[in-house]
């Protein structure tokens, strides 16, 4: 499981509280509306923000769709990310309460350089709270698009390592469903879906999820509740619709256990904090319009307001938080022929204004932040077989901050300018060659602003370039292949560093600080073989380097980093009405968070087996899934002395009944 004995660093627990208390408080999703049961590929929306019949961009696009997602048997959307493109999951409790999602070599700030959105719309937030990627009820997702690399002119802000876009699935006809569950640790579910669509243009939707569960650990009871409505009317020339989500959650948190308490019972809460808990709830509501203007000329535009209160106890010390979100961004988009094939042109603007409170018994912080920017992206065909990417992005971040130590506020603000240029090449109907040169960024979030060492007012954007290469193959007959290497350097990372002076020392160790350069390279292949109508195997890997490039820790390894991840999985039919579903998943070692010298032993990998199995018989349908088969003990997050363990064998089982 790990290398060596680790000693215990009590300490350790006041250098974490002040970060791990904002990154336990995540946002939760609002789902909405987009496109439908396409296969992959015949519509994707992440490479223009608008929907294209092919991969046009220079960029890989993993798409991961809705059978796919159904294959699998999985529970959440946690299980379906494992391992695919290069995505790391870092799951602290087993059941993607406040897990986080990482891509191109980013670890304990995955949240911060991963963007992750809902329909086009982002889901991070202006503190370091992480997404709560638990709350998207997988029965609402059509099909996940995973963008590999930095999209800093298209997305803007956090796009570095990768973007995550969640499609949820659009009224089509009437439909209705009830599904109940059961598993490990006595968790219960009950999901209902409730859709329609009427001949003049009209659709709803409604759907529905209770869960409780005691999980894995002791002291980590939970319940929850996520309810999702959608109205959409489409007329002649384009379309408006309208969402909410209202998602509550009330969670017991176990603490992470020290080696010796690992070893003595993996399952227990830390005794030191008995009471810690945390209770979430979330509102979001979101309008939007989808426009034919004339010729080739259409706008789209969302706006969205999204609130979430959070309080509890953590480390035996009271917080609470108050977070306000509202966005919009309009976009006119152009679609026309040149002799060479269709130009796709956008046009947008960006806006973000978030409101964070935070109180601890450590201090407070206040913090509006806006950001705003105009984005342009044109794709242009030159040539027979080849087309050409070039966009930019122009964005500004305003902070008007107070704290305990700026009572009076503070103003600091800053800006960027990046491009993007690539080139798509089609040798052939099957093959796709690109390059492309992205920059990206991320401006500092509001607590880590109010978080810095003494004397340093004000953290320097983070600014970086992505090289990507990539040949891509698909045949007609459902084989594919794909694989991508890239390089990224970081100027200026935005991390948290437990070695220095922070605000509060002695009571809390360490500071986010500007780190000296970073540099991250490596490839991800991955690719899929349809053996025949019965079998269909996939498989990925990602081989990934992150180090410190300059100063005093360069040539040291970026913590919680892993070199390679792996997946290989099968779907297969046994019999009519009858399809079964094996996965692989595996992780090598990563240096524990927040070690940066690379001074302790790393936190060991793990290989773990997942068996799925549905049977269909007309409209009902019985699911299973075992995690973790052989029952491995392994742990998924770590620092030097707070281990997460994670569950050993588990098993799911659901019945759903659907009406149409």
Not at 303 to 324: C, P, Q, V, W
Not at 361 to 381: C, E, K, M
């Amino acid at each position: 499981m790990f290398r060596s004995s680790i000693p215990a660093r009590p300490e350790a627990r006041r250098t974490v509280f002040f970060i791990l208390v904002t990154s336990l408080i995540g946002a939760v999703p609002v789902a909405a509306q987009e496109s439908s049961t396409l296969e992959v590929e015949e519509v994707v929306v992440s490479g223009t923000r608008s929907p294209q019949s092919s991969v046009t961009v220079p960029a890989s696009i993993t798409v991961i769709s809705r059978e796919d997602i159904e294959a699998s048997g999985a529970t959440h959307l946690i299980e379906v990310l494992r391992g695919q493109g290069t995505v790391q999951v870092f799951d602290s409790f087993g059941d993607g309460s406040r897990a986080q999602v990482g891509m191109r070599g980013f670890g304990e700030t995955a949240n911060a350089n991963t963007l992750v959105l809902i329909d086009g719309r982002r889901l991070n937030n202006a503190d370091i709270g992480p997404p709560d990627l638990n709350s998207i009820a997988l029965k609402d997702v059509e099909r996940i698009e995973i963008v590999q690399g930095s999209a800093g002119s298209l997305f803007g802000d956090q796009a570095v390592g990768g973007v995550i876009n969640v499609i949820t699935r659009k009224p089509l006809k009437f439909s209705a469903s009830v599904e109940p569950g059961y598993g490990s640790y006595n968790h219960r579910a009950g999901r209902v879906n409730l859709t329609n669509r009427w001949s003049n243009g009209l659709s709803l939707r409604f759907s529905g999820e209770r869960l409780a569960s005691e999980n894995y650990r002791d002291n980590n009871e939970k319940d929850y509740s996520n309810y999702v409505g959608i109205v959409d009317f489409e007329h002649g020339r384009g379309s408006v619709f309208f969402d909410f989500q209202r998602v509550n959650e009330e969670l017991e948190l176990p603490g992470g256990l020290t080696e010796a308490q690992l070893a003595a019972d993996r399952r227990q809460a830390n005794p030191s904090f008995p009471n810690d808990d945390l209770e979430t709830d979330t509102y979001s509501i979101r309008g939007g319009i989808r426009q034919h203007l004339y010729g080739p000329w259409s706008f789209e535009g969302e706006i969205a307001y999204r609130e979430t209160d959070t309080d509890g106890l953590f480390f035996n010390s009271g917080f609470d938080s108050e977070r306000k979100q509202r966005e919009a961004n309009p976009r006119l988009i152009g679609n026309y022929s040149n002799r060479f094939g269709e130009v796709i042109a956008t046009l947008g603007i960006d806006l973000r204004a978030s409101d964070f409170d935070l109180n601890t018994s450590f201090g407070f912080t206040r913090n509006r932040q806006d950001v705003y920017a105009i984005y342009g992206q044109v794709v242009i065909p030159f040539a027979p077989r080849w087309s050409l990417t070039l966009g930019a992005r122009k964005a500004w971040v305003d902070n008007d901050l107070s704290t305990q130590d700026f009572p009076g506020g503070l103003d600091l603000e800053d800006d960027v300018f990046v491009t993007e240029i690539g080139v798509s090449y089609r040798p052939t109907l099957n093959w796709r060659l690109f390059l492309r040169r992205d920059e990206n960024f991320r401006f500092a979030k509001s607590d880590e602003q109010s978080f810095t060492p003494p004397g340093v007012v004000g953290l320097d954007t983070q600014e970086g370039i992505s090289w990507e290469a990539g040949a891509e193959w698909n045949s007609l007959r459902g084989h594919s292949f794909k694989i991508v290497g890239f390089y990224l350097p970081i100027d200026d990372e935005i991390a948290f560093d437990p070695t220095v002076v922070g605000p509060f020392s002695p009571f809390i160790d360490g500071a986010n600080v500007n780190l000296d350069s970073t540099v991250r390279t490596g490839f991800n292949t991955e690719g899929s073989w349809a053996v025949n109508e019965e079998l269909r195997i996939s498989a990925a890997f990602s081989y990934t380097d992150a180090e410190f490039d300059s100063g005093a820790l360069e040539g040291k390894e970026v913590p919680f980093v892993a070199e390679a991840v792996a997946r290989l999985s099968a779907d297969f039919q046994i019999s009519d009405g009858l399809r079964g579903y094996s996965e692989i998943q595996s992780i090598s070692d990563r240096f524990l968070i927040g070690d940066n010298e690379n001074n302790f032993p790393q936190l060991g990998g793990y290989t773990v087996l997942n068996l799925g199995l549905r049977y269909f018989y007309r409209d009902f349908t019985l699911a299973a899934r075992v995690n973790n088969v052989t029952g491995k003990e392994y742990v998924d997050t770590a620092s030097p002395d707070s281990f997460f363990p994670a569950p050993e064998r588990n098993y799911w089982i659901s019945a759903r009944l659907d009406f149409d």
